[in-house]
């Protein structure tokens, strides 16, 4: 129920392309949905984030749609860049009221080629 | 505004051997959080402190501790170091939920 599935484990896009990133979750408590950037010998930097009452919230070429039904949220990076290429995490936050912590998923590495 | 910060940035650790992780929180946060993120699986939930207290543990063993000082800093301290401890042990700070600002980690190497 702690689970946060994520695909895929690896993606190339060409630049220009839309990257596509999805997760999956089990449990309904999850309340804050964020996506996190990791560059090599680097912390995650928060991406983005979205909560489960909004279907979708965009940032510059950054997006993520959520859809409650189906517990599954992407990412989509418009017009992907050389520079976007990184490895990317989705998470979920449970909060109980006494305790909150984020599961993450395992990890999508992002290469866009010229 | 100085951002979380970790030390050292990389750890060389013999088996059976205890490390020491450190971390400071960005100025004005409570919150620090322990993450393990070891090749392939993510970023594993440790340990959650707040104002001094540990609020929350992950699915960790009991050689994982650390603590919280009156400053917020942080320290993580892993007893009788396995081969599999070898990770990256990120820290991240928070002022109140959410985001998490995490620190570059240390590369923590058990041979």
């Known amino acids: 129920q702690q689970q946060v599935k994520q695909s895929p484990q690896s993606l190339i896009v060409q630049k220009g392309g839309i990257s596509i990133i999805n997760c999956a979750y089990e449990?309904?408590?999850?309340?804050?949905f964020p996506w996190y950037q990791q560059f090599p010998g680097k912390g995650p930097a928060l991406l983005i984030a979205i909560r489960p009452d909004v279907s979708e919230k965009k940032e510059g070429r950054f997006t993520i749609s959520f859809n409650k039904s189906a517990k599954q949220f992407s990412l989509h990076i418009m017009d992907s860049q050389p520079g976007d290429s990184a490895t990317y995490f989705c998470?979920?936050?449970?909060?109980?009221?006494?305790?909150?912590?984020?599961?993450f998923g395992t990890g999508t590495r992002l290469q866009v080629t010229l | 505004e100085a951002g979380v910060t970790q030390s050292p940035t990389h750890l060389i650790k013999t088996r059976g051997q205890q490390a020491t992780l450190r971390c400071s929180p960005i100025?004005?946060?409570?919150?620090v959080y322990w993450y393990q993120q070891a090749l392939g699986l993510g970023l594993q939930f440790l340990l959650w402190?707040?104002?001094?207290?540990?609020?929350n543990r992950g699915n960790f063993p009991p050689r994982f501790s650390g603590r919280q000082f009156p400053n917020y800093s942080s320290e993580l301290n892993v007893n009788a170091l396995e081969l599999e401890d070898s990770a990256l042990y990120l820290c991240a700070s928070s002022p109140a939920w959410p985001p998490l600002h995490f620190g570059n980690g240390t590369r923590l190497t058990v041979t």
């Open positions: 100025s004005g946060h409570t919150s």
């Open positions: 402190y707040d104002e001094g207290e540990e609020r």
């Open positions: 998470a979920a936050r449970l909060n109980t009221g006494t305790a909150s912590k984020l599961t």
């Open positions: 449990n309904t408590a999850f309340d804050y």
